[in-house]
């Protein structure tokens, strides 16, 4: 009924490329079924089933055989899969992989991502939903760079040949999971610009070619050299930094150039 119903919402519209299939937000905890067939697989197992089914259907379907599936992984799903490989490798599918638990002044690649982040350690939901109910997970389970790693690893195993997007958290969120109030309307961004584009540099050598974010900032307060200077490290993670700060105040700022980029 899903797959039919997905099938049918694709093709009224024409004008996508990607049909992205995620579960709802927060815990999927007991979203399953638990009878005795289904109870062994992970959250990120039926998550890749449903992906699948998708990309055959829609591989045979003629409106929309072009239409890429997007599956994520998410709160439980972030999990690498147990039994259940993508499609065809994955020819038709795209990753979107929320890298939500880790320490944001600190790049991936650094020892203290290779630990579970300090403000995770007071989060026992979080640890629980982001490892699937493990039992005392430790930090290869719950720190950033080998969370990643073994969704990597995964997809390397199964030769995939699907797209990888990355999702970043550095915004209000962080206050909620923390259960902070005086928090909660603080905006946390900008990011340090020597993390950022570390961090961009790191996931491209990664194989990750899509990166994305769920910034509260530049929607609510749009910082326009923030926007800019992100777009362009996206477009080149290998960019000269002092070259766009250059670039944009000149432009932006025309006279006031000096002035505002002192500020």
Known sequence: MFIAKAVAYAR????????????????????????????????????????????????????L????IQWIAYNECSVPPSKVVPYKQGKKLDL?????????LAP??????????????HDALR???NTDCK????????????????????????D?????????????HIGYWLDLPFMQNVLTGPWPLEVYQKDLQFYLAQGINGWSDCFDWPNDTP???WNRLLAQLVWDPYADVDSIKKDFYGKYYGAADRVMRLY
């Open 160 to 172: 995939y040949r699907g797209n990888i997007c990355l999702l970043e958290y550095v915004n209000t």
């Open 65 to 68: 055989r072009n239409v890429r």
């Open 127 to 129: 640890k629980r939903v």
């Open 96 to 104: 979107f992989y929320t890298n939500g638990a880790r320490e944001y």
């Open 108 to 121: 991936m690649d650094s020892d203290l991502n290779r630990k579970c982040a300090s403000w995770l350690l």
């Open 223 to 225: 910082d326009p050299f």
């Open 12 to 63: 009224q519209r024409p004008m996508l490329n990607v049909f992205a299939c995620w579960p709802q937000d927060g815990s999927q905890h007991w979203a399953q079924c638990q009878c005795d067939g289904c109870k062994p697989y992970r959250f990120s197992d039926w998550n890749v089933r449903i992906a699948n089914a998708l990309a055959q259907a829609f591989e045979a379907d003629p409106v």
């Open 135 to 158: 039992a005392d997970p430790g930090d290869d389970d719950l720190a950033a760079y080998q969370r990643l790693e073994s969704v990597l690893g995964y997809l390397r195993k199964a």
